[in-house]
């Protein structure tokens, strides 16, 4: 169930957002719905655009993430109001070793390796990832998840878990 597990994600986050005073939320219209996910996989996509939220909002702004259930598909938004990426860095934001910000709030340093692992995750999911960011007003992430199992290659295991009905593999 996508909407339990993203709030177990974002759990190891509130913390962080209480000390710098980020209002992170999730508003979840999954809707219960379950999907097909290499959970461990799914985690560190989440777990990485979280981070860099983050990394990137200054104290008083806001993180939200969204789940919103679409006909075949959830998508999953994370969305801040922090410092924005600049266009001419939005080609290059899943590349290997792009540092996709020239700053960040925590002085942190960034190698660029996270987006990139995020979208060889998306694709392994064949999911569909989007950004879109305006400087000094934030960024959003959108992860579009197909729902079923149908868009999976023949090759991949399913592994259903034992509470988990059957009338959701279509």
Sequence with gaps: EIGTVVAKIMDNFKSLAADHRIDFSLDDRSN?????????????????LLSNAFKFTNAGKSIK????????????????????????????????????????????????IGLSLVKQLVDM????IEVDSKLGEGTVFSIEFLKGIGHFDNDTDIIVPENVESTHQS
Excluded: C, W
């Design 32 to 48: 219960g719905e379950v999907l097909y996910l290499d959970m461990d996989k799914f985690e560190k996509i989440v777990f990485n």
């Design 65 to 112: 993430v969204i789940l919103e259930n679409r006909k075949d598909a959830i998508v999953m938004r994370v969305k801040d109001s922090g410092v924005g990426i600049a266009e001419n860095k939005r080609k290059a934001l899943f590349e290997r070793f792009e540092s996709f910000l020239d700053r960040n709030l925590f002085n942190q340093p960034s190698t660029g």
């Design 125 to 128: 999911h064949k999911a569909r």
